[in-house]
């Protein structure tokens, strides 16, 4: 897999506080990378480092083998979909993306027009963006970050303000974008959409990476059982067999046990064991307790 963008030692400072911290990762053509974390983790500081928009305090990007530095014109290989688009508000849909597209030269109105449809709406409409809706508006926003076709896309909160229909929609264009052989980098609060959309998810907690896990990792299920006992006093007898087990946080006799043989063969050892089972099942990666546990663990 190709290359889109390669990050090395990514580090922000702003009036003295650190905002990113060493970050380093790559994105490959056809691949989609989710960026979750809190408020104020640095997402979206992250973002606007590799789109042109902001100023690394050291480090190197690099977007299809070139330098992106914040100094110089946005390259024609980056599409970006900020959070917060700034429309011409008294014109159309179309008369905004074409304003935008005459800044490179590089499209005209018929790939204008297909990007517009591609993302749901209809580039024969004349109402002014004043009139739209906040779906429409993220709708024409995915547009004007697609019309180009560029190698990498960066997607700041996509679906915000979509129905179940425009979530679907946009999780299908990405999908299609990846496909094309483009790079596409997520970042958004909704995780679930994270783990639908993503072939891998970036945690970022202050600046700092903390934990990189594949979507394959989360969709599939995960080597775990989850266990309930009837007595808390036979949770301790589970950890002297399999002391990587994990006890849920809500509940004092419920413990995920990192399977290391077959699930027959742990129900039968636990058994032997004393322990009285009142559920075994298997258990499933969740992106909330992988988000949350990365933040717990911080050095």
């Known amino acids: 897999m190709s ?4 990050l090395r030692g990514i580090h922000k400072t702003i009036k003295g506080r650190p905002i990113l911290r060493d970050i380093e990762f790559e994105v490959g053509a056809g691949e989609v990378v989710g960026i979750i974390g809190a408020n104020g983790a640095g997402k979206t500081t992250l973002l606007r480092i590799i789109s042109g928009l902001s100023i690394a305090t050291g480090g190197t990007v690099e977007v299809s083998g070139m330098p992106v530095d914040g100094r110089t014109r946005l390259p024609r290989s980056i599409g970006v979909m900020t959070e917060r688009p700034g429309f011409v508000e008294g014109v159309s849909g ?3 993306l074409s ?3 005459s800044i490179r030269g590089v ?3 018929e790939q204008i027009a297909g990007a517009i449809r591609r993302c749901g709406l209809d580039p024969d409409d ?6 739209y809706s906040l779906g429409m508006r993220q709708r024409l926003n995915l547009a004007q970050a697609l019309m180009e076709n560029p190698e990498l896309v ?3 909160e996509p679906t915000n303000g979509l129905d179940p229909l425009g979530v679907r929609d946009v999780r299908r264009i990405i999908a299609e974008t990846a496909a094309q052989g483009a790079g596409v980098l997520l970042a958004s609060h909704l995780l679930t959409e994270v783990e639908q959309a993503c072939d891998r998810i970036l945690v970022i907690d202050r600046g700092q990476i903390r934990r990189s896990v594949s979507g394959s990792e989360l969709r599939d299920e995960a080597s775990a059982l989850l266990i309930e006992v009837a007595e808390p006093a036979h949770v301790g007898i589970i950890f002297s067999r399999y002391p990587d087990s994990r006890i849920d946080p809500g509940s004092d006799v419920i413990v995920t046990v990192h399977r290391p043989e077959p699930t ?3 129900i039968r050892k636990l058994v032997m064991d004393g322990v009285a089972l009142q559920r075994v099942q298997p258990a499933r990666a969740s992106l909330e307790h992988i988000l949350f546990e990365a933040i717990e663990h911080r050095q």
């Not at 290359?3 to 390669?6: I, L, N, S």
């Not at 004349?126 to 009139?131: E, F, G, I, S």
């Open 264 to 266: 027959p063969e742990v």
């Open 107 to 109: 499209i005209g109105v």
């Open 154 to 156: 960066i997607l700041d």
């Open 99 to 101: 304003y935008l597209a």
């Open 3 to 6: 290359e889109v963008v390669r």
């Open 94 to 96: 179309t008369r905004n």
């Open 126 to 131: 004349p109402r002014a963006v004043a009139k």
